[in-house]
């Protein structure tokens, strides 16, 4: 059964610095991942879409999808304390339209 | 602008009542999800919808059921609310083709006493 796994976290970044986040997933045929952002007591929302090698990058976020090490990171750069939130991975499902979530990891941003 | 909007933001429910949880997309969205959330545990499917009148269990469909009379509004409901089924509840759609990005209703936060 495919598998999203992260580190739950938290992680603590200083303000400034980049943020990495990291997801490894258990399906070699997964072509495409999803970087959601949750903050504290509200539904999670969409920051980037990334469905080849390499990297990907809108505004202070980039995100990197290595297929061959089965691993997607998320990097934001100029961490601000507004980043501070869950960060949640999920990849399609072969069969139907659900997503495969990660259990998320909590970025704080110390200012 | 996609918009997805659930009819209580929190809800407080005895043991044993049945409660309907309701969920509207203004964007003909195919696909229909409900999920809980509960710390430490992440996002669990209850039930989707990928058409009227058609429903696919999730991977926690025991104690709710669903329905999807319209294409636009997909319901939850818990038959006998029980204590464990306080959580926070999300709906979400999208369109119907591999790979469709999920949005997301601003949630319900379900209390159970």
């Known amino acids: 059964q495919k598998e999203v796994e992260q580190n739950s976290g938290p992680l603590s970044v200083p303000e400034g610095a980049i943020a990495s986040l990291n997801c490894t997933y258990s399906d070699r045929g997964s072509q495409s991942f999803f970087w959601y952002r949750q903050y504290s007591g509200k539904s999670p929302e969409l920051i980037m879409f990334i469905y080849s090698n390499g990297d990907k990058e809108d505004g202070r976020f980039t995100a990197q999808l290595n297929k061959a090490s089965q691993y997607v990171s998320l990097l934001i750069r100029d961490s601000q304390p507004s980043d501070s939130a869950t960060y949640l991975c999920a990849a399609p499902m072969d069969s139907n339209y659900q997503l495969i979530w990660g259990a998320g990891t909590k970025l704080i941003i110390k200012p | ?113």
């Open chain 2, 1 to 113: 602008d996609v918009k997805v909007t659930q009819s209580s933001r929190y809800l407080v429910k005895r043991t044993g009542e049945k409660v309907f949880l309701e969920c509207v997309q203004d964007m003909d969205h195919e696909n229909m999800f409900w999920y809980r959330q509960d710390p430490g545990l992440g996002l669990r499917l209850i039930y989707f919808s990928y058409d009227v009148k058609m429903k696919e269990k999730g991977d926690i469909p025991e104690g709710y059921s669903v329905s999807r009379e319209k294409k636009e509004r997909f319901s939850l409901i818990l038959e006998s609310a029980s204590t464990n089924q306080t959580s926070m509840y999300l709906c979400a759609s999208s369109l119907a083709t591999h790979q469709e990005t999920q949005y997301f209703g601003p949630g319900t936060r379900l209390l159970v006493l």
